[in-house]
């Protein structure tokens, strides 16, 4: 029997299974997780800075908001050679997902958003799953990242409503929701999570999954990432997240949403392989790995690909394939080799993937 899906979760139910005895919420999540098809199985997908600082937003916890000294390095959009370089060897080493960032408030009708376009349809050609994350969408924009064969946007919540304007003041919650609106107005997937960390209480993070856990379908992918305190901006000193807590947020979330993908993104590099075992074990089936394991203008700093590949081997873990039980969104098979000739600039572009 499997657990039926549910959008009708109260804040109260919500709490009180993130409340359960660590280990009894644990063997519950473990439970909802082993329903799946595939519950060995990791989704590893790739992050590119496809655009990078200079950012209008005023994100407290950003390296790339303008408004803080962050010491990072401004890139304008980058090359499309470049990006299908990166993609390409993210290709090789069993990366099913390629997220392609960019520090905008918002997309713009303009050549920038056309080449991105290019980008979506050239990734998703070489017979990878692309994910953006640009900020703001209009409906007219989803639309056409979804003609591009666009699989899923990314666009967090960060945390609650509430909460929300501590953190952002240059845009409110429902700008957020506007956006996952217009992007559910498409087949295009949803990918939308929080930050822990934030200053936030635990009824926070409980308001965060009612809301998440309330969308009807569920967003098909929720990260959990843990703040990473970024030197320059206002957040640079918040306490550390104890990793239970984190742990506790995968297992919930896992109960609530029993076919997401949950996600451990920013702060898996701080996790100890047993922790990242206990994540897996509570239902977190997706991670972002990268080429080089220095990425030190991240805000996503991720253990790099033999690094995992080892560790999902020791664990007895596999990694997912791209489009797995979905037809391909542009009817390619995979077998475009993808890349460029123009090999100039792609190892640089590696070097500062910031999500
Ligand atoms: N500008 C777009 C936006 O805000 O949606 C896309 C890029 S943004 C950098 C992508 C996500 O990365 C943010 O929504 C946030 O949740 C996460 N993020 C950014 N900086 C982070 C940090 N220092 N620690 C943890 N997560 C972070
Ligand atoms: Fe800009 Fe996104 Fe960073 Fe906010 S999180 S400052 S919108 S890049």
Redesign the pocket.
Known sequence: MTTALRHDWTREEIRAIHDLPLLDLVFRAAAVHREQPDPSEVQVCKLISIKTGA?PED?S????SSRYQTGIDRQDLMDKCAVLDIAKRAKESGVSRVCM????RSAKDNEQFDKVLEMVREVTDMGVEVCC???MLNESQAKRLEEAGLYAY???L?TSASHYKSVITTRTYEDRLNTLENVRKTSVTLCTGG?LGLGETIDDRVDLLHTLSHMAPHPESVPV?I??K?PGTPMENSPDVPFTETLRMIATARILMPRSMVRLS?GRAKLSTMEQAFCFMAGANSIFSSETKSMLTS??PSPDYDQDKAMLELLGLAMRPPFKGDKHPLGCKGAKEGGCEDHEHAHEAEAVG??
């Open positions: 950012c994100c916890y950003c390296s790339q960032g960019a520090a905008w994350t640009l900020g990314n666009h967090n960060d930050i990432n703040l990473s970024v920013a805000a996503v910031v999500k």
